[in-house]
C-alpha cells in the first residue's frame, strides 16, 4: 500500500467519523449515515489495499 493510499484512506475515515459525530449532535440523521458510509468505504479500501500487499509479498 502506497504512502498516498493510506492518507487518502486515513482522510476518508477522519471525515466520516468527524460528519457522524456532527449528525449525532445536530440530529441530523442523513449526515450521520453518510459518515458511517464514508467510514465503511475508507475501511473497505483498506482491505483491498492489505490484500494487493500480501499476494505482491
Same mark, same amino acid.
Given at each position: 500500500?502506497? %504512502? +498516498?493510499?493510506?492518507? $487518502? &484512506? %486515513?482522510?476518508?475515515? /477522519?471525515?466520516?467519523? *468527524?460528519?457522524? /459525530? *456532527?449528525?449525532? $449532535?445536530?440530529? &441530523?440523521?442523513?449526515?450521520? /449515515? =453518510?459518515?458511517?458510509?464514508?467510514?465503511? /468505504?475508507?475501511?473497505?479500501? =483498506?482491505?483491498?489495499?492489505? *490484500? $494487493?500487499?500480501?499476494? $505482491? +509479498?
Amino acid at each position: 500500500m502506497s %504512502a +498516498a493510499d493510506k492518507i $487518502k &484512506n %486515513a482522510a476518508q475515515d /477522519a471525515a466520516g467519523k *468527524v460528519k457522524e /459525530a *456532527v449528525g449525532e $449532535k445536530t440530529d &441530523n440523521r442523513d449526515l450521520q /449515515a =453518510q459518515g458511517q458510509r464514508d467510514q465503511v /468505504a475508507a475501511d473497505a479500501k =483498506q482491505r483491498g489495499e492489505h *490484500v $494487493k500487499d500480501a499476494f $505482491k +509479498a
